[in-house]
């Protein structure tokens, strides 16, 4: 037989054991958490408007236009209003 020119060479020197260390291995969990975490974010649809941001613009609008604490034209029985601190 001939003889190619290539070694055989020991399977250790082929493939080197790698070493992971707790930092590492912290860094990769922290990591793949914030992945997690920003994809679930994503999905979770949040509402368009507030309730009571709405509430609270509709009454200044209201009191601007005609001097009464009104939301969508009825009247509002809103405590903080009337029984101011």
């Keep these: 037989m001939e003889h190619s020119g290539v070694q055989a060479v020991g399977r ?3 493939l080197p ?3 992971v260390g707790a930092a ?3 860094g990769l969990v922290v990591g793949v958490s914030a992945v997690v975490r920003i994809v679930a974010g994503t999905a ?3 509402p368009n ?3 009571d941001e709405y509430r609270f613009f509709e009454i200044a609008r ?3 236009q005609t001097g009464r604490p009104f939301v ?3 009247d509002t029985h ?3 209003l009337l029984e101011p601190c």
């Design 12 to 14: 250790s020197t082929v």
């Design 17 to 19: 054991r790698v070493r």
């Design 24 to 26: 590492t291995l912290v």
């Design 44 to 46: 979770k649809s949040t």
């Design 49 to 51: 408007y507030f309730v």
């Design 62 to 64: 209201s009191l601007v």
């Design 72 to 74: 969508r034209g009825a």
């Design 78 to 80: 809103y405590p903080a």
